[in-house]
């Protein structure tokens, strides 16, 4: 079992910066793939960023390429992601997620956070 747990969301301008993180529990943190997913209001979850348990490997959706970037820290049990740029089409609640391989799919996902608000204001 994993319990996931983001912090670092927040109101930001658009063109403003947000760093938020997800700190995992137990001893296995390395052995995950981690990702980050978003949903708006209204609308379904939606993949954002992943990376490989050794963070050698990314994948990101197109919308924020460029702008977000994944990165983990294995000895403190933490996966970041760095918002850049930001747009008022960012706002949505941020859900990170830990599981065997790096996909797009929300249910190929085992663990979930419980979310971060980001909200960027025009």
């Known amino acids: 079992q994993v319990q996931l747990v983001e912090s670092g969301g927040g109101l930001v301008q658009a063109g403003g910066s947000l760093r938020l993180s997800c700190t995992a529990s137990?001893?296995?943190?390395?052995?995950?793939?981690m990702g980050w997913f978003r949903q708006a209001p209204g609308k379904e979850r939606k993949f954002v960023a992943a990376?490989?348990?050794?963070?050698?490997?990314?994948l990101y959706t197109d919308s924020v390429k460029g702008r977000f970037t994944i990165s983990r820290d294995n000895a403190k049990n933490t996966v970041y992601l760095q918002m850049n740029s930001l747009k008022p089409e960012d706002t949505a609640v941020y859900y990170c997620?830990?599981?065997?391989?790096?996909?797009?799919?929300?249910?190929?996902?085992?663990?979930w956070g419980q979310g971060t608000q980001v909200t960027v204001s025009s």
């Open positions: 990376l490989n348990g050794s963070g050698s490997s990314t």
């Open positions: 137990g001893r296995t943190f390395s052995s995950y793939a």
């Open positions: 997620a830990a599981g065997r391989f790096v996909v797009v799919a929300t249910t190929s996902w085992n663990y």
